[in-house]
């Protein structure tokens, strides 16, 4: 038998160790080099039904980490048990400005028991809700960035940080060409706010993934991934789908984000043509051939 050289033992050994994990399973590169997450709000009618059984399904499609959208009712300690058993890591959840406001010492307990990295605004609100309006004005913006600054500097006191998670109400014109979505990057504090771009509202909303990421590589340190379907109607009502079924070019938006600063993406599909748990699984292997 002819002698192996050191050179191609070594060189098989790291090809198996790509395509294997300890358990044999197969490992696939992934345009950030980073643990594909998923956002747990893709599968919030599953959750309530087997909170458990449904984790587990998400790790064995190969998610690594997740991010909460509501807890169902579970108390921190058994959700913290849950994201062991299935193998995931829970490192942000989302908290809508009103939520944030009723209680933010009792969402910084669950925080912390759970161990999260990240608290995130998922949606703002008016400054005056007894005022009977939704539409948030310039004044409206500039008070949501003051909340996000004072609760982003009593958690980074806890070792959590906060975060704004943008939808398309960020974009609409305030009047002058200002959009709310400027107005809260000038107005937080960087020390104090990070920014979660989810980048098919970005583009819902009129504008580019890629020009944020090269203008503010060190605001953005996570991202959100979904596609959406052709335009019916109001442009910034969009249907989600299957990323790479739908109309969004993930290749430049990658190419950009691999400059930033970006810690965490997570997959979201927020409606479904066929099975939930196949959709999400055709989500994460569309980023793994994704080059």
């Known amino acids: 038998m002819q002698e192996i050289s050191r050179r191609s033992f070594l060189k098989a050994g790291c090809a198996a160790a790509a395509a294997f994990g300890m358990g044999g399973a197969r490992v696939f590169a992934n345009p950030l080099g980073l643990p594909i997450g998923l956002q747990l709000y893709s599968v919030r009618a599953l959750l309530p039904k087997d909170y458990l059984g ?6 064995a499609i190969g998610y690594k980490e997740v991010e909460a959208a509501g807890f169902f009712d579970h108390r921190a300690l058994d959700v913290k048990k849950a994201m062991a058993d299935a193998g995931l890591r829970c490192v942000s959840a989302h908290y809508p400005m009103p939520v944030l406001q009723k209680d933010p010492e009792g969402t910084l307990r669950y925080a912390k028991t759970l161990g999260l ?8 609100s008016v400054a005056d809700p007894s005022a009977g309006r939704h539409e948030l004005t310039a004044d409206d913006w500039r008070w949501n960035a003051e909340q996000l ?8 006191a806890e070792g959590i940080r906060m975060g704004y998670h943008n939808h398309t109400p960020e974009f609409r014109d305030l009047g002058g060409g200002r959009i709310g979505y400027d ?15 989810d980048c098919a509202w970005v583009v819902a909303g009129g504008r580019n993934p890629v020009d944020y990421l090269h203008q503010y590589p060190d605001r953005i340190s996570m991202l ?11 442009p910034m009502q969009r249907t ?11 290749k430049p938006i990658f190419a950009a984000a691999k400059k930033a600063n970006i810690k ?15 959709e999400l699984r055709q989500d994460y292997r569309y980023l793994h051939d994704l080059h």
């Open 54 to 59: 449904t984790l587990k399904q998400l790790a």
């Open 117 to 124: 990295e990240y608290i995130v605004c998922s949606s703002p």
């Open 149 to 156: 600054n004072r609760f982003g500097r009593q958690f980074k």
């Open 183 to 197: 107005v809260l990057l000038k107005d937080t504090d960087p020390a104090l706010v990070t920014f979660e771009m």
């Open 224 to 234: 959100h991934i979904k596609d959406l379907k052709p335009i019916i109607g109001d």
């Open 240 to 250: 989600s789908t299957v990323l790479g079924k739908g109309t969004i070019d993930y």
């Open 264 to 278: 965490h993406y997570f997959v979201e599909q927020e409606e479904f043509d066929g099975d939930p748990l196949d």
